[in-house]
């Protein structure tokens, strides 16, 4: 029993107890954004697309080689047809007729047969157009890219803004709770009133309830960030930079240099892109008009008996070659009616990339004009943020010694706590505008 009994707790223990933690994933942005333009479902699915697009291009050049089909069968006629033939002509009286059934019960055939085309129009215009279809796939993809390292930055932001105000949060904590300890002292020893004692203790509970907060912050977006990696909920990660080395570069940055190239952008490209196959399609529809040419050649063997087994039967061979043209006379304006379509079609693929020009621009405008308001109200949040942090710790001071009320230091500790939220939205605004500016000039 003293061996049994363990073999039995340890057969039912849940196995999650020995299960090893899974290593902590650690990531710098740029190790980020290449970890999740591999590994992202976005990014698989976008990395199917381009290999669909491949095969489609094969499939394409596919239809205009040599196709080779190969046929076989075995036939038993339980009931042979019959006929009436004149009786006369089986030395019977003329005006009779005689029944008679022709074939065998048995017959099996096999062959292939073998088509190529010669000539027609549309599969060489389609074959272009595959090709198209191949590069706008892999633009596709590429855009993809920007969208999911444009995520994956302000997925990444979030942490380390997260991760920032835990970290003065607790700092404001041990603060709020050095004072009550100094405050519960001089009121245990009367020299201070219970009301700045319970005011004191409000202030360790708010403290402790924005630190609670920016844990939940930190676990939320951390969540976000995993989910626009590709990696499993369970997985531990953690981030390797630090907020001032993507916060300090934007603000001494001289966004009023920069310039900006249109025709380097993934959507002007696009655009482009979908020009040329505009055109592949007016092509496509012209060359209608013109004639197509097709080879063809079978070969098959047949063989019939009275028995079942028919293979040591005599095998009659039989074959053919083929030509094929085909004309286009008359449609009643069909395929003129489609011309029309498409050069609108064309048209206004070319009237969108006027505006899709025009938007870029507007864009790069507008990226330029927030950052520079970012940049200010950065500056100015975190000139704020700085005062109300010195005007809270004279405050503390002032308070230690007996020259400021409860209810001024409650005052000063909201006021300093507003400041610093009001600091970190202009942070993340400041990063974003950042973003939006390198995603215009295409540079994401």
Do not use: C
């Not at 033939?85 to 048995?106: D, M, S």
């Not at 389609?126 to 993809?144: F, H, P």
């Not at 969208?147 to 380390?160: G, H, T």
């Amino acid at each position: 029993m003293k061996i049994i009994l363990p073999l039995i707790l340890l057969l039912i223990t849940p196995s999650s107890i020995f299960s090893q933690p899974l290593d902590t994933l650690n990531f710098s942005l740029e190790e980020a954004r290449i970890y999740a333009e591999k590994n992202s479902f976005i990014a698989r699915n976008a990395g199917l697309d381009v290999e669909i697009a491949r095969k489609k291009v094969w499939e394409t050049i596919a239809t205009g080689l040599p196709q080779v089909d190969g046929t076989a069968a075995y036939n038993i006629n339980l009931k042979l047809p019959v006929s009436l033939i004149p009786a006369q002509f089986v030395g019977g009286n003329q005006g009779e007729f005689v029944e008679v059934t022709f074939g065998q019960k048995y017959n099996a055939n096999f062959g292939f047969s073998v088509s190529q085309m010669i000539f027609d129009g549309s599969y060489f215009v389609g074959l272009g157009a595959a090709k198209i279809y191949l590069d706008l796939a892999k633009q596709t993809d590429e855009k993809t890219a920007i969208e999911i390292r444009e995520s994956i930055a302000q997925s990444y932001y979030l942490v380390l803004i997260a991760e920032e105000t835990q970290k003065i949060m607790l700092e404001n904590l041990e603060n709020s709770r050095k004072i009550y300890h100094e405050t519960k002292a001089y009121w245990e020893n009367g020299f201070r009133e219970e009301q700045d004692l319970d005011q004191v203790t409000l202030l360790v509970k708010e403290a402790e309830n924005n630190v609670i907060k920016a844990e939940r912050e930190i676990n939320v977006s951390k969540m976000v960030l995993k989910y626009a990696l590709g990696v499993k909920t369970e997985q531990p990660i953690a981030l390797t930079d630090s907020l001032p080395l993507f916060v300090n570069p934007v603000r001494i940055g001289k966004s009023s240099g920069e310039t900006f190239h249109p025709d380097q952008h993934i959507d002007y490209r696009l655009m482009k892109t979908q020009i040329s196959l505009k055109k592949r399609q007016l092509n496509l529809e012209k060359v209608a008009f013109l004639p197509s040419v097709d080879a063809n050649y079978s070969y098959t063997k047949n063989a019939y008996g009275d028995k079942s087994n028919i293979l040591n039967e005599a095998w009659f061979p039989s074959s053919l070659l083929g030509f094929s043209l085909s004309i286009p006379i008359f449609n009643s304006g069909l395929k003129y009616f489609r011309i029309k379509q498409a050069q609108m079609e064309l048209q206004k693929a070319k009237n969108k990339q006027l505006q899709n020009m025009q938007l870029l621009q507007t864009n790069f405008i507008t990226a330029l004009t927030d950052l520079e308001s970012a940049r200010d109200k950065y500056e100015n949040d975190l000139e704020n943020q700085h005062i109300a942090q010195r005007i809270l710790t004279k405050t503390r001071i002032k308070f230690n010694n007996g020259m400021a009320t409860s209810n001024e230091l409650s005052q000063n500790e909201g006021q300093f706590i507003t400041a610093y939220q009001k600091y970190i939205s202009s942070t993340l605004q400041l990063l974003q505008a950042q973003l939006i500016l390198e995603k215009a000039l295409g540079e994401l």
